[in-house]
């Protein structure tokens, strides 16, 4: 392949990458993009996603929905303390909207992207694994590795999507970056009482556990120690729902049955700032968050679209794609929605997880007086619905 000259290259389909190249397919901007891993379907990742009313919204324009059969409605959002007073109930009616979200699982929203992106022959190629990257003033290179064969493509504007390993090579891209010392651990579990659109977010002293509403049951996202973590995987399903009871409580009854067991480090890792010369970052490139309130995805699906909605502007105002003016913009569109984000998900787990008995009882009083706040309650949820354009 000769370097062929693009528009944007985008580094990284995962479902914020993919949703870049969606969102600027039929606009008369060519894009290319390169995926290091191979066929789709051979893609497993039970991880839960919840998907905001606004990321849902976001899908639909792209045209993904309709692909996307496997999802559940959440219309309230119960949030609880464990060992401690105070609780915060939130609903779609506080929020104005019809649902608060959707749980879907990766692999389910992976495969209806992928989809759609074939369906729509956008330029896409798998199995190609990036290397290298060089960029000029006026373009970038990308060195890649297919099919045992050293390639290179250019363009304007490259996009990272690559969940950060690459920034990791650019000199002006620093990672800020805290170890939370805790793994979640996800299954699909079936509880006595069946799930009613409810999602269960529960603190403990450990770290968060969340119930999300999954099909007739639930995802379930256990946030534990990293011993913690290896030790619940190992064990065998009876034992794990019984330690699992003891640790959410009785507010679902005694947990049945467990699907297959997988674990995932979690670290808050983001990027400043998000741009250098011809290049972008977007998605957990630019900031990875801990999955609790489930804002990640949501914020990098919001990146790609803020990102796509600049190049459009840029090119139907006919000027060049890429430049330092076009990428200033970018990136005090994405500030307050990604510092705001990132710092709301930093906050719960540091005070929730906290040792200080005061310091938890505080919080539980801040659940209460939450509760009791309907235009505080409206704020919040939009916030986490829309992000900072909530
Ligand atoms: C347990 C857990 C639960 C979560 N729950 C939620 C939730 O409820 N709601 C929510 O919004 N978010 C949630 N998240 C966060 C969410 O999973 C991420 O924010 C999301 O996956 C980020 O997507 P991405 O496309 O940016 O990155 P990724 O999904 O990491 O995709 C990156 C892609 O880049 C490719 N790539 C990497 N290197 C290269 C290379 N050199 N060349 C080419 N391609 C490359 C990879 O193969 C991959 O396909 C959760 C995360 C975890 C761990």
Request: proline share 4%.
């Amino acid at each position: 392949m000769a370097a062929e000259q693009y528009d944007i290259i985008i580094i990284g389909g995962g479902p914020v990458g993919m949703a870049l190249a969606l969102a600027l397919h039929d606009t008369g901007i060519s894009s290319f993009l390169l995926e290091a891993r191979g066929l789709p379907e051979k893609i497993e990742d039970p991880r839960p996603l919840a998907l905001s009313h606004g990321s849902h919204l976001i899908l639909h324009r792209l045209g993904v929905w309709n692909n996307l059969t496997q999802n559940t409605p959440i219309t309230t959002i119960h949030i609880s303390n464990r060992g401690n007073f105070g609780q915060t109930i939130l609903t779609s009616h506080d929020a104005g909207v019809p649902t608060l979200g959707f749980v879907v699982n990766y692999h389910d929203l992976f495969r209806s992207m992928h989809k759609k992106l074939t369906a729509s022959k956008a330029n896409y190629i798998a199995g190609a694994a990036v290397t290298r990257l060089e960029t000029h003033e006026s373009s970038g290179t990308v060195y890649f590795d297919y099919q045992g064969k050293e390639e290179s493509v250019a363009a304007k504007l490259l996009v990272l999507a690559d969940g950060g390993h690459l920034a990791k090579q650019l000199p002006d891209i620093t990672y800020q970056t805290h170890d939370y010392q805790q793994w979640a651990v996800v299954a699909n579990v079936k509880a006595e009482k069946k799930q009613t659109g409810i999602a269960y977010e529960r603190f403990t002293i450990d770290g968060p556990v969340a119930l999300l509403p999954h099909q007739e049951d639930f995802s379930l996202v256990w946030t534990v120690s990293p011993e913690t973590a290896k030790e619940i995987t190992a064990l065998n399903d009876e034992a794990f729902l019984t330690r699992l009871h003891q640790h959410f409580g009785d507010r679902l009854g005694k947990f049945i049955a467990a699907g297959k067991r997988s674990a995932f480090p979690l670290t808050l890792k983001y990027a400043t700032p998000i741009t250098t010369q011809r290049i972008a970052l977007i998605g957990n490139a630019a900031q990875t968050l801990h999955p609790v309130a489930g804002q990640g995805f949501n914020l990098g699906l919001r990146d790609a679209y803020e990102l796509a909605n600049e190049i459009i502007t840029t090119k139907n105002t006919r000027n060049e794609v890429g430049t330092s003016t076009m990428l200033s913009k970018y990136r005090q569109s994405r500030q307050m929605d990604s510092s705001a984000g990132r710092i709301f998900t930093d906050s719960l787990v540091k005070l929730f997880s906290n040792e200080s008995k005061m310091l938890r009882q505080a919080c539980g009083l801040g659940l209460s007086t939450l509760d009791c706040m309907p235009p505080f309650k409206r704020f919040v949820a939009r916030r986490m619905i829309f992000g900072a354009r909530g």
